[in-house]
Nanobody
Framework: QVQLVESGGGLVQAGDSLRLSCAASGRTFSSYVMGWFRQAPGKEREFVAS???????LYPDSVKGRFTISRDNAKNTVYLQMNSLKPEDTAVYYCATGDRYYSLSAHAHDYHYWGQGTQVTVSS
């Protein structure tokens, strides 16, 4: 059974940095694409970042240059380093994975396993 557990969320000020972690278990972590999504109150779930087994990454324009996804296969952990945070980054952040090895995806329906989420609040 695949399990994903996020941590590292919190309350920060605009301009600050935060690093989220997602610990995975239940499968060969290093083989699969991992992703981060976020959902703000009243809004749809939004793609934030993904990384494949080769280390290639994908970001939307809204976070490109500010957020960095990385993975430590030895620790079965994926990270999301968030710099220059803005109030509009406030959301619950979710870690996710699916059955893809190399094909990066920004679509939630391509990810079949989700964590419980961690709250990130950025004050102005």
């Amino acid at each position: 059974q695949v399990q994903l557990v996020e941590s590292g969320g919190g309350l920060v000020q605009a301009g600050d940095s935060l690093r989220l972690s997602c610990a995975a278990s239940g499968r060969t972590f290093s083989s699969y694409v991992m992703g981060w999504f976020r959902q703000a109150p009243g809004k749809e779930r939004e793609f934030v970042a993904s990384i494949n087994r080769g280390g290639s990454t994908l970001y939307p324009d809204s976070v490109k240059g500010r957020f960095t996804i990385s993975r430590d296969n030895a620790k079965n952990t994926v990270y999301l380093q968030m710099n220059s945070l803005k109030p509009e980054d406030t959301a619950v952040y979710y870690c996710a994975t699916g059955d893809r090895y190399y094909s990066l995806s920004a679509h939630a329906h391509d990810y079949h396993y989700w964590g419980q989420g961690t709250q990130v609040t950025v004050s102005s």
